[in-house]
């Protein structure tokens, strides 16, 4: 069965950090691989998405995602950190084998100190 | 993106009465549809799949006859919740997606049975 974990359930950042969050997937065929955001009060938002092609994958609010195929992961980067960013950040994966249904990591709680 | 559209956004009822819930796709046709149930602080738990005049297809341990999934048409499911109990009151979201497409998710329906 596909399973999504998220290594991190609570991160606290200053402004400006960096920003790696990791997303590992147990499922060995092709699948596809999501970011959402989901900020305080409001519903999911994509981030970002991995189909096929280049890996490494841009998004919107200046995040980015590589694909490792070989380490079955989907790490969610960015280089410097807004109070504004400070939201719950899903990882996401669905496959064609299994009916393309979305399985949803646990969530990654991001809070940005000013 | 697509828009997908839930309605009512919020509902309040009564333990022991039926709720409905309405999942619209509004400018593609979801071939497919799936039902999530979040908690509090928790991840999304998908509970059901539809495809457009099936059956739904429940995740284990989700009750098919408390949680009636109906999906008659490309653009619309509907979830209704039977004979509602307080432990029911979650936040439920659906998503549509077409053969090639990532799935679209909906702004979501906060249930509060009292």
């Known amino acids: 069965a596909q399973s999504v974990s998220q290594h991190n359930h609570h991160v606290i950042l200053s402004e400006a950090a960096s920003l790696e969050l990791g997303c590992n997937y147990s499922?060995?065929?092709?699948?596809?691989l999501f970011w959402y955001v989901q900020y305080p009060g409001q519903h999911l938002q994509l981030l970002l998405k991995?189909?096929?092609?280049?890996?490494l994958v841009k998004g919107i609010k200046g995040f980015e995602a590589e694909f490792i195929k070989s380490k079955f992961s989907f790490n969610l980067r960015k280089p410097s950190v807004q109070w504004s960013d400070t939201a719950e950040y899903f990882c996401?994966?669905?496959?064609?084998?299994?009916?393309?249904?979305?399985?949803f990591g646990a969530g990654t709680r991001l809070f940005v100190k000013a | 993106g697509a828009v997908v559209s839930q309605h009512p956004s919020w509902v309040i009822c009564k333990s022991g009465t039926s709720v409905k819930i309405e999942c619209r796709s509004l400018?593609?046709?979801?071939?497919?549809m799936f039902w999530y149930r979040q908690f509090p602080k928790q991840s999304l738990m998908l509970m059901a799949t539809?495809?457009?005049?099936?059956?739904?297809?429940?995740e284990q341990g989700v009750e098919k006859d408390k949680f009636l999934i109906n999906h008659a048409s490309l653009t619309l499911s509907t979830l209704t919740v039977t004979s509602a109990h307080p432990e029911d009151s979650s936040f439920y979201i659906c998503?549509?997606?077409?053969?090639?497409?990532?799935?679209?998710f909906g702004q979501g329906t906060r249930l509060t049975v009292v």
């Open positions: 996401a994966v669905n496959a064609r084998t299994g009916g393309f249904k979305t399985i």
């Open positions: 499922y060995g065929g092709t699948v596809n």
């Open positions: 991995y189909f096929s092609g280049d890996p």
């Open positions: 400018d593609f046709q979801a071939t497919t």
């Open positions: 539809s495809n457009e005049g099936s059956k739904a297809t429940y």
């Open positions: 998503s549509g997606r077409t053969e090639n497409t990532e799935a679209f």
